[in-house]
């Protein structure tokens, strides 16, 4: 890594294992700023660009919890916020001078967006040679879509996802989260870093992109190779499993339980367990593929049991057998698992509007260096302009006259007076 990637920056400072390092975002929506949501509970410093009317569009992704959307309080933590117009060629010079002096810059412009406004990767590589620029689309930089936007449903629609997701006698439904956004995020992610190890062993940047679309194919990996290798087009089974059974939910007398059987020995103590051992010996369940054909005549028997006792109790029966099984949780339950508290998965964050605020962690944990970690809320829109780009070298009264004339945005110091423009 070159010295001033190694350096500690300015900022919130976080320990981790990026720290030192130092992301430029100027990604909206979900995608992007959760990949750089990743980065910053990394221990990366991220500034994030936005506009100086509105902001990114997450913040007003609602409901909304004390006027601020609980999307962007979500996945915009650790960040520091800086409102820049790009439209003005002096807003567009302000980041590729905070590109001069970092590592990482994230954009999910629509294509040729960035170069037009001179932040393209052969524009910001002449800057900082060595850097890794990162971007997020919806289609990839490729084929005759490439220039296509695009929102998670749309790309779970397109990839497959939604047809294999729903009840056989429903329409086809989206997941109930935005695994497309996130996934691609986490490859981002991924990427970014790969390349950072690639700049420390070589000393050469580079661009790496993801897209939504990539993702969704990736995720249908196992229906992509089945139907190569059947010719059968995968149907919905709800909360089943096409290749597994049983495998799903199933009714108890007070709520629903998830059961996960992938081979015969998990199915022999299942049966032990709800007292139908007579089932391993029927020729229509001996082995996987004949309960795969016979998933309606097994599900039925094992329903009919099952509701004839709780959630709780089978949950329990089920768990001393070394059964994989689940109940379905609301999210008001969730938030009172003691597993999720046991997982340190909900930290404390400081925001001036929000007390108390709560918000979740990356999903990793670390022997050799600090957990992940979350002091800060979700930014304010244009918080750290006036810091951030007095760090980078603006003198005091050229930021002032950018603030007159509504290049930049954001509360400054109490002593400086600057009056914005409008």
Same mark, same amino acid.
């Given at each position: 890594?070159?010295?001033?990637?190694?350096?500690?920056?300015?900022?919130?400072?976080?320990?981790?294992?990026?720290?030192?390092?130092?992301?430029? *975002?100027?990604?909206?929506?979900?995608?992007?700023?959760?990949?750089?949501?990743?980065?910053?509970?990394?221990? @990366?410093?991220?500034?994030?660009?936005?506009?100086?009317?509105?902001?990114?569009?997450?913040?007003?992704?609602?409901?909304?919890?004390?006027?601020?959307?609980?999307?962007?309080?979500?996945?915009?933590?650790?960040?520091?916020?800086?409102? %820049?117009?790009?439209?003005?060629?002096?807003?567009?010079?302000?980041?590729?001078?905070?590109? @001069?002096?970092?590592?990482?810059?994230?954009?999910?412009?629509?294509?040729?967006?960035?170069?037009?406004?001179?932040?393209?990767?052969?524009?910001?590589?002449?800057?900082?040679?060595?850097?890794?620029?990162?971007?997020?689309?919806?289609?990839?930089?490729?084929?005759?879509?490439?220039?296509?936007?695009?929102?998670?449903?749309?790309?779970?629609?397109? /990839?497959?996802?939604?047809?294999?997701?729903? /009840?056989?006698?429903?329409?086809?439904?989206?997941?109930?989260?935005?695994?497309? *956004?996130?996934?691609?995020?986490?490859?981002?992610?991924?990427?970014?870093?790969?390349?950072?190890?690639?700049?420390? +062993?070589?000393?050469?940047?580079?661009? %790496?992109?993801?897209?939504?679309?990539?993702?969704?194919?990736a995720w249908m990996n196992y229906h992509l190779m089945a139907y190569q290798a059947t010719g059968r087009v995968p149907p919905r089974q709800g909360g089943g499993h096409n290749a597994f059974a049983p495998y799903g939910s199933f009714p108890?007398?007070?709520?629903?339980?998830?059961?996960?059987?992938?081979?015969?020995?998990?199915?022999?103590?299942?049966?032990?367990?709800?007292?139908? +051992?007579?089932?391993?010996?029927?020729?229509?369940?001996?082995?996987?593929?004949?309960?795969?054909?016979?998933?309606?005549?097994?599900?039925?028997?094992?329903?009919?049991?099952?509701?004839?006792?709780?959630?709780?109790?089978?949950?329990?029966?089920?768990?001393?057998?070394?059964?994989?099984?689940?109940?379905?949780? /609301? +999210? *008001?339950?969730?938030?009172?698992?003691?597993?999720?508290?046991?997982?340190? =998965?909900?930290?404390?964050? /400081?925001?001036?509007?929000?007390?108390?605020?709560?918000?979740?962690?990356?999903? =990793?944990?670390?022997?050799?260096?600090?957990?992940?970690?979350?002091?800060?809320?979700?930014?304010?829109?244009?918080?750290?302009?006036?810091?951030?780009?007095? *760090?980078?070298?603006?003198?005091?009264?050229?930021?002032?006259?950018?603030?007159?004339?509504? %290049?930049?945005?954001?509360?400054?110091?109490?002593d400086e007076g600057v009056t914005a423009a409008g």
């Amino acid at each position: 890594m070159t010295d001033r990637g190694a350096r500690r920056h300015g900022g919130i400072g976080l320990p981790g294992p990026l720290a030192g390092i130092r992301v430029v *975002d100027v990604t909206t929506n979900i995608a992007g700023p959760t990949l750089t949501w990743i980065l910053a509970q990394l221990g @990366a410093e991220v500034i994030k660009v936005e506009r100086p009317d509105e902001g990114d569009e997450g913040r007003a992704m609602g409901p909304l919890w004390n006027g601020h959307g609980v999307y962007f309080l979500a996945i915009n933590t650790n960040k520091r916020s800086i409102a %820049v117009n790009l439209k003005d060629p002096r807003g567009q010079e302000c980041v590729r001078r905070l590109v @001069a002096q970092a590592d990482v810059f994230v954009e999910n412009f629509r294509r040729g967006k960035a170069e037009a406004l001179g932040l393209g990767y052969d524009d910001l590589r002449r800057v900082r040679p060595d850097l890794v620029y990162c971007s997020v689309s919806a289609f990839g930089e490729k084929g005759p879509d490439a220039a296509k936007p695009g929102y998670d449903s749309i790309l779970q629609a397109r /990839t497959g996802i939604m047809s294999v997701t729903g /009840t056989p006698d429903g329409p086809p439904v989206r997941a109930g989260v935005s695994i497309l *956004d996130g996934g691609t995020a986490m490859w981002g992610a991924l990427a970014v870093v790969s390349a950072l190890y690639h700049r420390a +062993v070589t000393g050469q940047g580079q661009r %790496v992109g993801v897209s939504l679309f990539e993702t969704g194919v990736a995720w249908m990996n196992y229906h992509l190779m089945a139907y190569q290798a059947t010719g059968r087009v995968p149907p919905r089974q709800g909360g089943g499993h096409n290749a597994f059974a049983p495998y799903g939910s199933f009714p108890c007398r007070d709520g629903a339980i998830v059961i996960g059987i992938s081979n015969d020995r998990l199915f022999r103590r299942l049966c032990e367990a709800l007292g139908l +051992v007579h089932l391993v010996d029927d020729p229509r369940f001996k082995d996987n593929p004949s309960r795969v054909r016979n998933r309606a005549e097994l599900d039925a028997l094992l329903s009919e049991r099952l509701q004839t006792d709780t959630v709780a109790a089978w949950i329990q029966r089920l768990t001393e057998a070394g059964v994989p099984c689940g109940p379905i949780q /609301t +999210v *008001d339950q969730l938030l009172e698992d003691p597993q999720l508290e046991a997982a340190g =998965m909900l930290l404390p964050a /400081t925001h001036p509007h929000i007390p108390n605020l709560r918000v979740p962690r990356i999903p =990793m944990n670390f022997e050799a260096c600090p957990p992940p970690a979350v002091v800060q809320g979700a930014p304010l829109l244009g918080q750290d302009t006036w810091a951030v780009l007095r *760090d980078a070298g603006y003198p005091a009264e050229e930021l002032k006259e950018l603030w007159r004339q509504g %290049v930049l945005a954001g509360p400054v110091p109490p002593d400086e007076g600057v009056t914005a423009a409008g």
